[in-house]
């Protein structure tokens, strides 16, 4: 039997080693993950980039002291935002883990800056095309740059796109979460768009699309005799994108609502604008009837914002009161702004039935700002006593302002 042991030992070593290499192996041979970088550290390369677009901006305001910009100084242009797109190609790369990696916390105010740069990227764009336009037959090779910078510019783009699909599949983060990402992925995608239409004339050799706005003493007309009519601003959108900033602020991320509410701001301030000067325009050529209808939609239109800054208010602002046990009387009366907006000139009222015995100012409540204060209050039913709060947000008093027509 002596004879057999050995082999059959060496047999049973050899079937170990292989067991245990076929169970360690793909571990030992896996490549291990990158390195994340430190976000600390992205968001300092993002402040860079933005101080590196600012001062290309620069640049091009000094080529553009030119009547007819020299073509060396537009190459170097071309040259810098080439460079500065593979920066912004450098600064996906390290956002995008922290957007796409499984188990991975999440970080959308990475992918908020990397949108920021790519407007201020589609900014620059713009700026280099009307310099080319100015030359009566741009040089090709400042055209092909154009496209160069175009095709990089799309890149980015879809780079972005794929970066909220991750916080949408990856992370499982609701769309209401990513609203102000998918208003602002629509003025990217416009900004491309009229990117895109510059260059067809730039090929075609037309003027630049550019458009100066017509003055506002005679406004211009459409060949059918009146302007086609305007959409006013949805306020469902401004009810959802309330509702989306309260999450926001009982995650604790409300950082992430006030970019958003800036696009907002300006995309209602926009339909706005062309809503009224839609009216002077009927009015400077006689079309005093259209002129009416609109004006009168308007009207309408602010009476619901003063409804739904009412309904607002209702949802943010909480009161809440206690009774002093030792001194009838006596509340101890704290009021709260749960909602994502800014409260300016915010009061408390406290009624018993419908009689108001008291008021007192409160300021501004910021969101998730909170006032405790002692009332002292003369009731004949103090079991009867209620309190609520009202104010102004500041957002609808904006929208006020930009819906009232200057006489």
Not at 371 to 389: C, F, I, K, Q, Y
Request: charged letters at 25%; aromatic letters at 8%.
């Amino acid at each position: 039997m002596g004879r057999f042991r050995a082999p059959v030992v060496l047999m049973m070593f050899f079937l170990m080693v292989s067991v245990s290499w076929a169970t360690y192996a793909p571990s030992l041979l896996a490549k291990p993950p990158a390195p994340m970088a430190p976000t600390d550290l992205i968001r300092s390369f993002e402040d860079l980039l933005g101080r590196q677009a600012g001062l290309l901006q620069s640049f091009e305001m000094l080529v553009g002291k030119f009547e007819l910009p020299p073509v060396e100084l537009l190459r170097s242009f071309e040259n810098l935002l080439y460079q500065q797109a593979k920066l912004l190609q450098s600064y996906e790369g390290l956002a995008r883990p922290y957007a796409c990696t499984p188990g991975q916390r999440p970080e959308p105010d990475l992918v908020a800056s990397f949108e920021k740069l790519l407007h201020g990227q589609a900014k620059l764009l713009g700026s280099f095309e009307a310099l080319i336009h100015r030359h009566r037959l741009p040089p090709l090779e400042l055209v092909a740059s154009f496209e160069r910078l175009l095709k990089g510019q799309t890149e980015l783009l879809r780079s972005f796109e794929g970066m909220l699909h991750c916080l949408v599949e990856v992370h499982r983060l609701p769309p209401r979460a990513l609203y102000g990402f998918t208003v602002s992925f629509e003025k990217l995608l416009g900004s491309q768009a009229d990117l895109l239409k510059s260059f067809e004339a730039l090929l075609k050799g037309k003027p630049s699309v550019e458009q100066k706005e017509p003055p506002m003493h005679m406004p211009s007309m459409p060949p059918y005799g009146f302007p086609e009519e305007p959409m006013l601003p949805p306020l469902d959108d401004l009810k959802d994108f309330a509702l989306w900033g309260k999450e926001l602020l009982q995650s604790g991320r409300l950082r992430e609502f006030f970019p958003a509410l800036s696009d907002l701001s300006d995309r209602f301030s926009a339909k706005l604008k062309q809503f009224k000067q839609a009216i002077q325009t009927m009015r400077a050529h006689g079309h005093r009837e259209g002129a009416e209808r609109l004006e009168a939609k308007l009207a309408e239109f602010r009476g619901n914002v003063i409804r739904l800054q009412s309904e607002l208010l209702k949802q943010s602002l909480t009161v809440e009161m206690m009774g002093m046990a030792e001194a009838p009387g006596l509340f101890r009366v704290t009021v709260e702004n749960r909602g994502p907006f800014t409260v300016a000139l915010a009061t408390l009222l406290l009624l018993e039935g419908k009689r108001m015995i008291y008021t007192q100012s409160l300021g501004t409540l910021e969101p998730g700002a909170r006032r405790t204060l002692m009332v002292r209050v003369d009731a004949m039913s103090p079991m009867e006593v209620r309190g609520m709060a009202t104010g102004f947000i500041e957002f609808v008093t904006k929208l006020l302002a930009a819906s009232t027509i200057e006489n």
